[in-house]
């Protein structure tokens, strides 16, 4: 590594959909960031069709200290925004929040550092669901599944991955597929997983660091059985769905996440009925539990759950919490 700085330049990119005050609390959170001599840029991929987000990115932009790029990609689609605001980037770090994130102090740093320390290519980081009653018994069962980590791992090394989310991408150790996210999953989301599993495939290292930290904002219409559901059967499907993507070597993969589905299904369901005839809040742990275990035998793209695209112009799920 040179001491340029192109080597030290970061581009942010933050995705956007029909959150103005999402947007408004990440884009604070990133500027808030204290950094070493870098060259830094923020890309906000606004993906709603009518632009919405762009008075509040340009009202911010006017005071930034950093670049801030708005980006107006109107065709809704997880996978779209984020291939369509890499297509402006021009940092060798890329590092993406999410809307409903927040980053906490001495986040981008460490993301950075870690990948440094360890020649990783991809970095994960650790997000904590903020919920939006801190009244609900379910909170303690609920939030484990909003939030992102690997629980008592230290800094280093990992094979498995986390989601895009709060991750960093060292585009000098990555070779970017084309498109980067898969477009066929707009809706249902999982394009990080393939992703991820691609580059790990051609030799891309991935490291993990718990000290960089963020907040996962969780909206109302989030919080409750109904989305836990979906959510936890759309994780299921992601390993499976990882093996599938790898055509015929995948195979082994497939028959071994779908019995490892069906285990799950019998073991969990039971428990899950009984909680719930009881009243136990811990019920929503054994929900989710049970539809990831689902989701891992009925893996098929035609079953999935949409969340994004145009599927979340019909919904309310995307709208953050106050």
Same mark, same amino acid.
């Given at each position: ?14 995705? !956007? ?33 009518? %632009?919405?987000?762009?008075?509040? $990115?340009?009202?911010?932009?006017? !005071?930034?200290?950093?670049? /801030? ?16 605001? *890499? +297509? ?6 890329? $590092? ?12 981008? =740093?460490?993301? /950075? ?24 018994? #379910?909170?303690?069962?609920?939030? &484990? ?5 690997? &629980?008592?791992?230290? =800094?280093?090394?990992?094979?498995? !991955? ?5 991750? *960093? ?54 919080? +409750? ?13 992601? &390993? ?11 195979? &082994? %993969? ?32 054994? *929900?989710? #539990? +049970? ?30 919490? =106050?």
């Amino acid at each position: 590594m040179t001491n340029n700085i192109q080597d030290r330049s970061v581009s942010i990119v933050i995705p !956007t959909f029909q959150r103005p005050k999402g947007i408004e609390r990440a884009l604070k959170s990133v500027l808030s960031q204290k950094v070493n001599n870098r060259q830094i840029e923020i890309i906000v991929a606004d993906n709603d069709p009518v %632009g919405s987000a762009k008075k509040i $990115v340009k009202s911010i932009a006017q !005071t930034s200290a950093w670049k /801030i790029k708005y980006v107006h990609i109107p065709e809704p689609g997880v996978s779209n925004a984020r291939n369509g605001a *890499l +297509t402006h980037v021009t940092g060798r770090f890329i $590092v993406f929040l999410d809307d409903d994130m927040q980053a906490r102090e001495g986040w981008l =740093e460490t993301l /950075i550092s870690t990948a440094l320390k360890f020649d990783a290519g991809i970095v994960f980081s650790a997000a904590i669901a903020k919920m939006p009653n801190p009244n609900d018994p #379910r909170n303690k069962y609920m939030a &484990p599944f909003f939030s992102s980590s690997f &629980p008592n791992k230290p =800094e280093g090394l990992v094979y498995e !991955t986390l989601g895009t989310g709060g991750c *960093l991408l060292d585009m000098t150790r990555c070779d970017l597929p084309r498109p980067p996210f898969d477009t066929s999953l707009n809706e249902t989301g999982g394009e990080d997983d393939i992703l991820f599993d691609h580059l790990r495939q051609n030799g891309t290292k991935a490291a993990w660091s718990p000290k960089a930290k963020s907040w996962e904002i969780v909206p109302k219409g989030r919080a +409750t059985p109904e989305y836990i559901w979906a959510r936890n059967f759309a994780f299921g499907q992601g &390993p499976t769905n990882i093996h599938v993507s790898r055509g015929l070597k995948g195979l &082994p %993969g497939i028959i071994r996440f779908m019995t490892t589905g069906t285990i799950q299904l019998c073991l969990y369901a039971p428990i899950y009925m009984v909680l719930k005839l009881i009243g136990h809040p811990a019920y929503v742990e054994y *929900l989710a #539990r +049970t539809a990831r275990g689902l989701g891992k035998v009925f893996w098929a793209n035609s079953l999935s759950p949409k969340f994004y695209g145009t599927a979340a112009l019909k919904s309310n799920l995307n709208q953050p919490a =106050e």
